[in-house]
């Protein structure tokens, strides 16, 4: 069964968040391999979650280990961060962005 990790985090500043937020859009793709999605938002100007949806949960498991080591990376950045996980009952995409439609 398909399972998701939500990640939260409380950022240290703003400014902590903003230089985080496009370095973990290069460095996740790598460091997490095995995700078949990858989310990022930013909740509020301090805060945000992660998404990560895995092909089954020892998949998840497995992705831990290099997960820690990639938020280890960033030190300074994080005031705490924590996950939930669980399966996943829908995963929807719009079919219009698979074909690289205008979804407006």
Known sequence: M?????SMVE???KEAADDFEPKYSDVAPKS???ADNLILVRTAETSGMSVAIFKDEQTAEN??????KMLDSFPNTFKDYWH???PVSLNF????LKLGLDNS
């Open 11 to 13: 950022y240290v500043s």
């Open 32 to 34: 997490i391999p095995e």
């Open 93 to 96: 995409i719009n079919q219009k």
């Open 2 to 6: 398909t399972v998701a990790r939500i």
């Open 63 to 68: 992705a831990l280990e290099n997960r820690k």
């Open 84 to 86: 939930l996980q669980g």
